[in-house]
């Protein structure tokens, strides 16, 4: 299977929160991604964790690990229009030091 | 924070000719970037890895001769799609990592991305 899978899609009405779900492969990456990108633009960082940590909370931002199950998440806390974009989860792969990306989640908001 | 810069955003040519694509970190050394071919359905395929001074190694099915990598200094690296075809256009992302002794030495940095349309 692929290296890293997400969901292709999400909706959310604006104000609810959004959990975007991520799951990996490699059980010694040491480092777990969240990047965003807007229509027509390149990726933008949003955050990242290591792998030794459970939780990392940045504003509306809440990211949790579950290494064990290799199962990384983002949550969005009152989703707004801006958010509306495509999430890319991402792992780097210890074995050849390369960092592998998700297809990617487009979270679309509902008024 | 980090920034790459990526040249030119959008560019329009004609089939057969060639095209050159610059990614520059602006304020750190990158000794490794990274060039990406984004298709419409949002993957994101990792071409090749650039390291600064040695050749690109490249992922499987990517032809070498077609997609020409140079790295020549820590903070360019190049992108020169050869003989152009309809089927080459794409978007096309290049990213940056810092040497390991740098701050940020785990995290990827993009640039805003390269339009490609071959006619």
């Known amino acids: 299977g692929e290296d890293v899978e997400q969901s292709l899609f999400l909706s959310v009405r604006e104000g609810d929160s959004s959990v975007i779900n991520c799951t990996y492969t490699?059980?010694?990456?040491?480092?777990l991604y969240w990047y965003k990108q807007e229509p027509g633009a390149g990726l933008q960082l949003l955050t990242y964790?290591?792998?030794?940590?459970d939780m990392k909370q940045d504003q509306r931002l809440t990211v949790l690990l579950n290494k064990k199950d290799k199962h990384l998440s983002l949550r969005i806390a009152d989703t707004q229009t801006g958010d509306s974009a495509i999430y890319f989860c991402?792992?780097?792969?210890?074995?050849?030091?390369?960092?592998?990306f998700g297809k990617g989640t487009r979270l679309h908001i509902l008024p | 924070g980090a920034v790459v810069s990526q040249h030119p955003s959008w560019v329009i040519c004609k089939s057969g000719t060639s095209v050159k694509i610059e990614c520059r970190s602006l304020?750190?050394?990158?000794?490794?970037m990274f060039w990406y071919r984004q298709f419409p359905k949002q993957s994101l395929m990792l071409m090749a890895t650039s390291n600064e001074g040695s050749k690109a190694t490249y992922e499987q099915g990517v032809e070498k001769d077609k997609f020409l990598i140079n790295h020549a200094s820590l903070t360019l690296s190049t992108l020169t799609v050869t003989s152009a075809h309809p089927e080459d256009s794409s978007f096309y992302i290049c990213s940056a990592r810092p040497g390991t002794a740098q701050p940020g030495a785990n995290v990827l940095t993009f640039g805003a991305g390269s339009r490609l349309t071959v006619l």
């Open positions: 964790i290591f792998s030794n940590m």
């Open positions: 490699d059980s010694s990456s040491t480092y």
């Open positions: 304020d750190f050394q990158a000794t490794t």
């Open positions: 991402a792992e780097s792969r210890e074995r050849d030091d390369k960092i592998i």
